[in-house]
């Protein structure tokens, strides 16, 4: 239950980019997904969503033990400070409060950037708002861990969560490109959830990571390309991958409406 996604980002504007930020946008929608909670783990450069409970609720929902979902990180561009991996993993409300959706470009490049909407910076402990010590990641603490700094410890009412996980900040010249590589696993082993289940598997992760380092991909993978861009756009294609996440199967579709009028 684990797919592969490469990014290949190319300037093809009339000047250089400074201190540009790449992001994946994330909307688990775990099951029933009303009742989600998020948490990062650095060590693996990954944003996963968990059940706020043991059982997920809802015809949508995977009752007792539902798995967890997890985007990480593969491979990324160095940056100005030599760093590679996640700089930035978080949270936001679905809605339009202070914590909520970004609503401009000045959003986006904060929200990337590990800032809010109104300029200051996420911090540790609670909602990660108005604290006194900056942090890239939220909720980093394991979520079967009282003492740790998560959705669980600090008594969230489970939502809707959408998050964002971005690298940067990278100069790409004019003609030149990035590339950007994520695996996305669902785990099913066990579950996760507030009050009991298994700690975030990073044992799991670090070897698939590993596998796909080294060429050593257990499948062989099915290989979509989707090409996009601000001009000259020859294909409108539309990938749907359901259900989210798959346990016994996984439909894939691709819309190619280059052909319409």
């Not at 996640?86 to 959706?101: E, I, K, P």
């Not at 809707?160 to 004019?174: A, I, K, W, Y």
């Not at 861009?229 to 691709?254: M, T």
Request: charge should be negative; proline fraction near 6%.
């Amino acid at each position: 239950n684990t797919f592969y996604t490469d990014y290949k980002v190319v300037n093809r504007g009339d000047f250089d980019l400074t201190d540009f930020y790449f992001g994946q946008w994330i909307d688990f929608d775990l099951g029933e997904y009303t009742d989600d909670f998020m948490g990062s783990n650095a060590l693996t450069n990954s944003m996963y969503c968990y059940n706020g409970d043991d059982f997920d609720e809802g015809n949508r929902g995977y009752g007792e033990n539902p798995p967890m979902q997890i985007a990480s990180f593969l491979r990324t561009p160095e940056n100005a400070n030599g760093e590679v991996g996640s700089y930035s993993s978080r949270y936001y409300n679905n809605d339009f409060s202070a914590l909520g959706n970004p609503e401009n470009a000045s959003h986006y490049l904060l929200f990337l950037q590990g800032f809010w909407k109104d300029g200051t910076p996420m911090t540790y402990g609670g909602d990660a708002y108005g604290g006194d010590v900056p942090v890239l990641h939220m909720f980093p603490g394991d979520p079967t861990d009282p003492n740790a700094w998560s959705e669980c410890s600090d008594d969230n009412e489970p939502n809707d969560r959408r998050g964002l996980m971005s690298t940067g900040g990278f100069d790409l010249p004019v003609g030149e490109s990035l590339e950007f590589s994520l695996l996305h696993l669902s785990y099913f082993d066990e579950g996760l959830y507030c009050g009991g289940g298994t700690m975030f598997p990073s044992d799991a992760v670090i070897n698939l990571q590993a596998q796909s380092r080294n060429n050593e991909i257990p499948v062989t993978p099915l290989v979509l390309q989707v090409n996009t861009g601000i001009e000259g756009n020859i294909h409108s294609d539309k990938l749907s991958i359901a259900p989210n996440p798959a346990q016994d199967f996984l439909q894939i579709s691709l819309e190619d409406n280059s052909m319409n009028a």
